[in-house]
């Protein structure tokens, strides 16, 4: 069964502020992407890790790969109001089978 | 470039009806295809994988069913509609050869009364 668990379900920031949120899998992940849903959209990727430890950064947005390839993270530096959405992890295990963590609903105060 | 259209977009069916949701990708061939199912407020969960034509895997026992007629066709049917079918289906595709990203649909968004 599907056992991505992300973490928090839901963050209220004002804007400016720092988010993060975490995506845990309870077996190693071939690889981890991350996607972005906007309110009353459709899932729309960002970014793939593959490596062991990888770090990649898309201007305000930091993505992290952990060593054992069962946890990531996505940090946003600075929200604004366009960050406002569900973020969304998917893990893949077997091949080319995603497995999406429950997300993450950001919510930025003007 | 590549698309995907789904549809219909939004779609109200009574209990016990039966449902075809209907996903289509141009632009590339043999792609893997996808259906998700997202409930209110929640994460998306994986219904059917297909990496070929006739070649389905289902990941939960449901009152779903779906089929590959053509390579860039993907359809999600039901013979009797549950309450508990209602939610935002979305289709998806990713490409056969590489590990690379989901493409989503715009969804197809069921309420069963």
């Known amino acids: 069964g599907q056992q991505v668990m992300q973490i928090p379900q839901y963050q209220h920031v004002q804007e400016g502020e720092d988010f993060t949120t975490y995506c845990n899998s309870s077996?190693?992940?071939?690889?981890i992407q991350w996607y972005k849903q906007r309110p009353g959209g459709h899932p729309v990727f960002l970014i793939q890790?593959?490596?062991?430890?990888e770090v990649k950064k898309q201007k305000r947005l930091t993505f992290q790969f952990g060593e054992a390839k069962k946890n990531s993270s996505l940090h946003i530096t600075a929200t604004q109001t366009t960050d406002v959405g569900t973020y969304f992890c998917?893990?893949?295990?077997?091949?080319?089978?995603?497995?999406f963590g429950s997300g993450t609903k950001l919510n930025v105060k003007p | 470039s590549q698309t995907i259209h789904q549809w219909p977009a939004t779609l109200v069916q009574p209990v016990g009806s039966p449902l075809s949701l209907e996903c289509t990708v141009e632009g590339t061939s043999n792609p893997n295809l996808y259906w998700y199912r997202q409930a209110a407020g929640r994460g998306l969960q994986l219904l059917f994988y297909?990496?070929?034509?006739?070649?389905i895997s289902s990941e939960v026992p449901q009152n779903l069913s779906a089929s590959r007629p053509q390579d860039r066709q993907f359809i999600l049917s039901s013979k009797k509609l549950l309450l508990s079918d209602s939610g935002f289906y979305l289709c998806?595709?990713?490409?056969?050869?590489?590990?690379?990203?989901?493409?989503f649909g715009e969804g197809s968004r069921l309420t069963v009364l």
């Open positions: 998806a595709w990713s490409h056969r050869d590489r590990t690379g990203e989901l493409f």
């Open positions: 297909s990496v070929g034509i006739g070649q």
């Open positions: 890790l593959v490596k062991s430890g």
């Open positions: 998917a893990g893949l295990r077997n091949f080319n089978k995603f497995y």
């Open positions: 077996t190693t992940l071939s690889n």
